[in-house]
């Protein structure tokens, strides 16, 4: 079973980086693809810095039907931060864009695949801020 789901993961790490899965070409600062977490590693964390108005890409791999939260924070320095998730086709399928400085997002995928999670760094008063974004499964 773990030769398979390490075969999977490998393939659509493949996909990802070949650009394959028909989602736009990434940015320089897309995070690596994760691989979904085990019983012993319930959450993935994304972490970046980012400057005032400046965004990141971090990619997770979602099967339909699994619903997921995102929860989202940045550093004092941070005021406002914002996230919304794109769907494997490269939709927009939620978002939280409340002037403050953790966002929350609620999603169950209606398509398995490769999904976006954007972070844009609304506001920072000293460059750059950090944030953290949590996957929950």
Known sequence: MTR???????LVGILVITGLTG?????PTVAAFT????????AEVFEGAL????N???RLWIP???????????DGDCTDVDLALRSPLGREVAADRDPDDTPY???TATRTGVHVIDVEMFKCSENPCRY??????
């Open 23 to 27: 989602l736009p070409p990434a940015s």
């Open 105 to 107: 997002i609620a999603y």
């Open 64 to 74: 339909a039907g699994n619903r997921i939260v995102l929860r989202g924070w940045c």
């Open 56 to 58: 990141a890409e971090h």
């Open 4 to 10: 398979h789901i390490t075969v999977a993961c490998v």
């Open 51 to 54: 400057d005032d108005d400046d």
């Open 132 to 137: 953290e974004v949590s996957v929950t499964r």
């Open 35 to 42: 691989a979904a977490p085990t019983a012993d590693d319930p």
